[in-house]
Nanobody, 118 residues
Framework: QVQLVESGGGLVQAGGSLRLSCAASGGLFLNMAWHRQAPGSQRESVAT??????????ESVKGRFTISRDEVNSAKKTLYLQMDKLKPEDTAIYYC???????????WGQGTQVTVSS
């Protein structure tokens, strides 16, 4: 079955960097994305990457975050989010999501906590 497992979260000082990973397996993956949810806030899209490699970013992270992915094989990919110049307002639980061929629903990981101290 489709599985998405995030890792790489942690505590970092403002101005620092983290790289999140999302190990995706069990499907033929299409578009993939990172989202985040801060306490008391709705989940928001952070960055997306299409099968062709096109990327989009939320305005709040443009120039600081970079989404990328590696393909291990057709049913196994690793999605990354390189986060630089982190700010306290980037503190949130970060989730990866993916769409797969022949399934209309989006799949989600369990999330990884990112905390940025001032």
């Amino acid at each position: 079955q489709v599985q998405l497992v995030e890792s790489g979260g942690g505590l970092v000082q403002a101005g620092g960097s983290l790289r999140l990973s999302c190990a995706a397996s069990g499907g033929l993956f299409l578009n993939m994305a990172w989202h985040r949810q801060a306490p008391g806030s709705q989940r928001e899209s952070v960055a997306t990457i299409s099968t062709a490699g096109s990327t989009t970013y939320a305005e709040s992270v443009k120039g600081r975050f970079t989404i990328s992915r590696d393909e291990v094989n057709s049913a196994k990919k690793t999605l990354y989010l390189q986060m630089d110049k982190l700010k306290p307002e980037d503190t949130a639980i970060y989730y990866c999501s993916a769409n797969v061929v022949a399934n209309p629903r989006a799949f989600w990981g369990q999330g990884t906590q990112v905390t940025v101290s001032s």
